[in-house]
């Protein structure tokens, strides 16, 4: 079955950079047509989508955050990792990764990581 | 940049209650949205998929329907396992977005 799951720290100081990574299994970022990508929700708001890689290493950011933001993958260890720079306390929020299909509905989830931003 | 507009942003429902939400695009995205389903301190569910497919595994009692920029979703019963946010996302192209949320309260 499909899983994913993040992983990464739970706190980050101001400034620094963010670096998660999604673990998953049950399918291939080899195979044709198979995208992951990371959203992310602040306490209590709505969800915001960051970025996606395509199984042919095609890279896609939120334009707002597309100077911060790097999105990876090692199809050998089936992970995607995110890079985020220059963290902000507004940048607190739960992180998740989630499988992309083609149409681009998201149909499993990681259960999410909740990063706080503070010093 | 598409934008993405839910109402309500709260409903106060009962059991048993057929409950409609409605999403409006800022621009045609034809066919191209979805709707999750999201309790507190879980991942979103995928409930429907290209406008009004249901994800395997999920009740029938959820249907979605629209094209171009207006779509709803309906809960035709609403059930107590129901009570929860939902939002709807495009993806017509990147940057997908996500409505600000509708979240289903008990009355």
């Known amino acids: 079955q499909v899983t994913l799951k993040e992983s990464g720290p739970a706190l980050v100081k101001p400034t620094q950079t963010l670096t998660l990574t999604c673990t998953f299994s049950?399918?291939?970022?080899?195979?044709?047509?198979?995208?992951v990508n990371w959203i992310r929700q602040a306490p209590g708001k709505a969800l915001e989508w960051l970025a996606r890689?395509?199984?042919?290493?095609?890279?896609f950011y939120s334009p707002s955050l597309q100077t911060r933001l790097t999105i990876s993958k090692d199809t050998s260890k089936n992970q995607v990792v995110l890079t985020m720079t220059y963290m902000d306390p507004v940048d607190t929020a739960t992180y998740f990764c989630?499988?992309?299909?083609?149409?681009?509905?998201?149909?499993?989830w990681g259960q999410g990581i909740l990063v706080t931003i503070s010093s | 940049d598409i934008q993405m507009t839910q109402s309500p942003s709260s409903l106060s429902t009962s059991v048993g209650d057929r409950v409609t939400i409605t999403c409006r695009a800022s621009?045609?995205?034809?066919?191209?949205l979805n709707w999750y389903q999201q309790k507190p301190g879980k991942a979103p569910k995928l409930l429907i998929y290209?406008?009004?497919s249901l994800q395997s595994g999920v009740p029938s009692r959820f249907s979605g329907s629209g094209s171009g920029t207006d779509f709803t979703l309906t809960i035709s019963s609403l059930q107590p396992e129901d009570f929860a946010t939902y939002y709807c996302?495009?993806?017509?192209?990147?940057?997908?977005?996500f409505g600000q949320g509708t979240r289903l309260e008990i009355k």
């Open positions: 996302q495009h993806s017509y192209n990147t940057p997908y977005s």
């Open positions: 049950g399918f291939s970022l080899n195979t044709n047509g198979m995208r």
């Open positions: 890689i395509d199984w042919d290493d095609d890279k």
């Open positions: 290209a406008a009004s």
């Open positions: 621009q045609s995205i034809s066919t191209f």
């Open positions: 989630a499988r992309l299909r083609n149409g681009g509905h998201m149909d499993f």
